[in-house]
């Protein structure tokens, strides 16, 4: 089984378009929540959510390739550009075929099925619908595009596992990596589902916040006061590849991946299970990969999506995992992005690497009073980050359908 070493990072985040603005603003604890611009609101039960600020898709590409992408695959292509620059990856000089791209997503195009179904239902019946509209609008499409533009020709694929697809992808790719059938994968997930059928739709499922008078709270993970997640957008990548073929190629590397733990609650649509049974059983599956025990974990980034129920059966597996008062610091980064579906656990994976690198877990802002069961039990990150020596982190997720992955990085040693 080979290592797999992580080389380059790439984040499109609500509160930063790029690593570095998005760990700076992690670090000071901002929200990237706002009212929503991207349509008219008003008639809506919840008006606000995280989105991406600034982004201007015509410095990326030319305006005859705006018009073939959805958003959420330009997204992908931005962050997979900076994760590339950001491992000073010379494609020219590798085996194509041997690199892939392992890409995850939830809603896929649903703006652009939106729009065009849209317009046809207002028109007479005559059908005029883009050309692009098919490719624009299926979930796979942004892993085949990345493929296309750099001409890899290796294991290329989407994950659909909802909240879970990018974490899913990323313990994919390291699979693939370890088992020997690549030696690089693009890895990541990308969302653009601040629409009117996804905000409507999760409303009616009860599982947004509405603290609409207060909105850059209304993400509190923990917190006694939880009412739901916030809807945020974005997208996340990480080069994964490895050791020897980084060695040969001499990349800087950023950290290591070790651990992956792929189940299911197999209990409901919707909702986790209320002891956190699949939980319980990923980071399991992912610490006995790793080969290490629960005290060796340093940081968890919990999904943590400030929802009531999810929240607590989260924290009731953390408990059976990892025992009372742990070696591991918590904390929860969608109290600052919201939560980006399947994009989420992308760029969260930025996140447990950043703390790795730096020493620093970032913190859970908004968290007044942790839910009283627990507050006693772990150390929470809360308002401010925490200086702390980081060799493992743990990242997990938790996806409509019961779907679980829990992924776990080193503080990389030769």
Request: net charge negative; glycine share 10%.
């Amino acid at each position: 089984m080979k290592r797999v070493v992580i080389t380059g990072l790439g984040a499109l985040t609500p509160i930063g378009n790029n690593v570095e603005e998005y760990w700076n603003a992690l670090m000071n604890g901002v929200s990237g929540a706002g009212l929503i611009t991207k349509f008219d609101a008003a008639k809506f039960k919840i008006r606000f959510a995280c989105e991406i600020k600034n982004f201007n898709p015509q410095n990326l590409f030319e305006k005859n390739e705006i018009r073939k992408y959805d958003l959420f695959t330009q997204y992908a292509l931005a962050v997979a550009d900076e994760a590339i620059k950001n491992a000073n990856i010379n494609f020219e000089t590798l085996n194509r075929n041997r690199i892939g791209v392992i890409w995850g997503a939830g809603d896929g195009g649903v703006s652009t099925f939106e729009e065009q179904f849209g317009e046809f239902k207002a028109g007479e019946g005559t059908p005029r619908f883009n050309p692009f509209f098919i490719p624009k609008r299926i979930i796979n499409i942004a892993s085949g595009v990345i493929s296309i533009k750099y001409g890899l020709r290796g294991i290329t694929y989407t994950t659909a596992a909802a909240c879970s697809a990018s974490n899913t992808a990323i313990i994919d790719a390291f699979n693939y990596i370890q088992w020997g059938k690549a030696d690089m994968i693009i890895a990541g997930g990308s969302e653009a589902s601040i629409t009117e059928s996804s905000i409507g739709g999760f409303n009616a499922s009860k599982a947004l916040s509405t603290l609409n008078e207060d909105f850059s709270k209304a993400s509190r993970p923990f917190d006694a006061t939880r009412d739901g997640f916030v809807l945020g957008e974005g997208a996340g990548a990480l080069i994964l590849e490895s050791y020897e073929h980084a060695i040969q190629r001499n990349a800087t590397i950023l950290a290591e991946i070790v651990g992956g733990g792929l189940a299911a609650d197999a209990y409901h649509l919707t909702g986790t299970h209320p002891e956190g049974e699949g939980a319980v059983l990923g980071m399991n599956l992912a610490l006995e990969e790793a080969g290490i025990n629960p005290q060796e974990i340093d940081y968890i980034n919990a999904h943590a999506t400030s929802t009531p129920t999810g929240d607590l059966s989260e924290l009731k597996a953390i408990e059976k995992v990892f025992g009372i008062q742990p070696n591991a610091t918590i904390s929860a980064t969608k109290s600052m992005t919201g939560h980006l579906l399947g994009g989420a656990r992308a760029v969260e994976a930025v996140a447990c690497i950043k703390a790795i690198l730096e020493n620093r877990i970032p913190p859970t802002i908004n968290t007044q009073q942790v839910e009283p069961e627990f507050a006693n039990k772990f150390d929470f990150t809360l308002g401010q980050p925490q200086n702390k020596i980081i060799n493992y982190a743990m990242s997990n997720t938790f996806g409509f359908g019961g779907h679980i992955a829990t992924s776990i990085f080193k503080k990389f040693k030769e």
